[in-house]
């Protein structure tokens, strides 16, 4: 069969990863690659070996060539680029957090369902080996229903010196990693319906929020609490753990350091450790992150070539990112906030 022919777009800090991902999937080839900086063109170009690179977009479409673009690009230019993929009708993949704000968010699905294109956020973190492990004893029903959860992120890492934009934006966490959690909830308890949500900055060399505490009242009647922080300096540095806790009619699961899983249930106790895969090309600590992005590839490829929507479709990240615009607006107005009002 012939190979799915790719071509990405941003090829900085994270794209890195993407494309070690891409060249783990036999089925896939990269033919083209874009970035307006042509050093970081050259670099990620000869270390993959991808003969056809482009400083626009626009330039590249106009080629074509390819059977789906991957762009990973910061926020800015999430609206231009999937518009431009919709225009030339070309299957998007579209970094996280989808778009400045929800309105672009909005007219991006809307433009990939005009062109008729799938289109996928590449929100890789529910992919992760742990949350797949949480999810897969959540639906054995050793616990029962769920009524209480807990999703949280509390780390001291820099994140800065690998990624300096994150220090300059007026939002920080809840945008850029919060967005994450947030979409973990909704993976393991459904839609939510309300937020409440609580920010401060802590580090004053930021220009964002570091910290995040935030309530969601979930359909299915769960409440929890998605807690994020980056200005929390622990004996041990977890990053980029997220730990969880669920309590359900019958039992309790508790997602912790180290990848430990504790499930206790009515036949007792068991005690297992869920930790991912060391791809080759990984390195500690981001190898739980760099998994995961090979998986939503994975993902991306099969159902692509099934003609079935993704998980994390355009479609269904707009209420991820709701809960995003939710959280500001409840930590700005100290109040509840309504999800049927934004979406
Ligand atoms: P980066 O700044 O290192 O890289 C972005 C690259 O895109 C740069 O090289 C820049 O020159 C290029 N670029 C920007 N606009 C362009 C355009 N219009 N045309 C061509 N090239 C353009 O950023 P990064 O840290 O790699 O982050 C990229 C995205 O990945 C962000 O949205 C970030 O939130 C996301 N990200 C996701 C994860 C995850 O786990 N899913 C982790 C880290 C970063």
Same mark, same amino acid.
């Given at each position: 069969?012939?190979?799915?022919?790719?071509?990405?777009?941003?090829?900085?800090?994270?794209?890195?990863?993407?494309?070690?991902?891409?060249?783990?999937?036999?089925?896939?080839?990269?033919?083209?690659?874009?970035?307006?900086?042509?050093?970081?063109?050259?670099?990620?170009?000869?270390?993959?070996?991808?003969?056809?690179?482009?400083?626009?977009?626009?330039?590249?479409?106009?080629?074509?060539?390819?059977?789906?673009?991957?762009?990973?690009?910061?926020?800015?230019?999430?609206?231009?680029?999937?518009?431009?993929? &919709?225009?030339?009708?070309? %299957? &998007?993949?579209?970094?996280?957090?989808?778009? %400045?704000?929800?309105?672009?968010?909005?007219?991006?699905?809307?433009?990939?369902?005009?062109?008729?294109?799938?289109?996928?956020?590449?929100?890789?973190?529910?992919?992760?080996? %742990?949350?797949?492990?949480?999810?897969?004893?959540?639906?054995? !029903?050793?616990? !029962?229903? &769920?009524?209480?959860?807990?999703?949280?992120?509390?780390?001291?890492?820099?994140?800065?010196?690998?990624?300096?934009?994150?220090?300059?934006?007026?939002?920080?966490?809840?945008?850029?990693? !919060?967005?994450?959690?947030?979409?973990?909830?909704?993976?393991?308890?459904?839609?939510a319906n309300r937020?409440?949500?609580?920010?401060?900055?802590?580090?004053?060399?930021?220009?964002?929020?570091?910290?995040?505490?935030?309530l969601l009242d979930h359909?299915? !009647?769960?409440t929890?609490?998605?807690?994020?922080?980056?200005?929390?300096?622990?004996?041990?540095?977890?990053?980029?753990?997220?730990?969880?806790?669920?309590?359900?009619?019958?039992?309790?699961?508790?997602?912790?350091?180290?990848?430990?899983?504790?499930?206790?249930?009515?036949?007792?106790?068991?005690?297992?450790?869920?930790?991912?895969?060391?791809?080759?090309?990984?390195?500690?600590?981001?190898?739980?992150?760099?998994?995961?992005?090979?998986?939503?590839?994975?993902?991306?490829?099969?159902?692509?070539?099934?003609?079935?929507?993704?998980?994390?479709?355009?479609?269904?990240?707009?209420?991820?990112?709701?809960?995003?615009?939710?959280?500001?607006?409840?930590?700005?107005?100290?109040?509840?906030?309504?999800?049927?009002?934004?979406?």
């Open positions: 069969m012939a190979k799915m022919k790719g071509a990405l777009i941003g090829c900085g800090f994270f794209a890195v990863n993407q494309m070690h991902g891409w060249q783990d999937l036999a089925d896939v080839e990269i033919v083209a690659i874009c970035d307006r900086d042509l050093e970081r063109l050259t670099i990620v170009g000869d270390q993959f070996g991808v003969a056809r690179r482009y400083q626009s977009a626009n330039a590249m479409f106009a080629d074509g060539g390819f059977d789906f673009v991957d762009i990973a690009t910061t926020v800015g230019s999430h609206r231009a680029l999937v518009e431009l993929a &919709a225009s030339h009708k070309v %299957p &998007a993949i579209c970094q996280k957090p989808f778009a %400045p704000t929800l309105e672009d968010a909005k007219a991006m699905v809307a433009a990939a369902d005009k062109a008729g294109i799938p289109l996928m956020i590449h929100e890789n973190f529910r992919w992760q080996t %742990p949350i797949l492990a949480v999810k897969a004893v959540l639906d054995s !029903g050793v616990i !029962g229903e &769920a009524f209480w959860g807990r999703v949280s992120f509390r780390s001291g890492f820099d994140v800065f010196s690998g990624q300096p934009y994150l220090a300059k934006g007026k939002r920080f966490i809840i945008e850029d990693l !919060g967005i994450h959690s947030l979409d973990i909830a909704r993976f393991l308890f459904g839609d937020m409440t949500a609580r920010a401060r900055r802590i580090n004053p060399d930021i220009a964002g929020e570091d910290v995040a505490t935030m359909d299915n !009647g769960v929890s609490i998605v807690d994020v922080s980056y200005a929390t300096r622990l004996p041990e540095e977890p990053f980029p753990e997220t730990f969880v806790e669920i309590d359900g009619s019958k039992g309790t699961l508790r997602l912790g350091k180290d990848y430990r899983l504790i499930v206790h249930g009515p036949d007792g106790t068991t005690e297992t450790v869920v930790a991912p895969n060391l791809l080759p090309w990984a390195s500690q600590p981001w190898h739980n992150i760099q998994e995961s992005v090979a998986l939503i590839q994975k993902h991306w490829v099969e159902r692509l070539a099934a003609g079935r929507e993704p998980d994390t479709s355009g479609r269904d990240n707009l209420k991820t990112f709701a809960l995003v615009e939710a959280a500001y607006l409840s930590a700005e107005r100290a109040e509840t906030v309504s999800l049927q009002d934004l979406l």
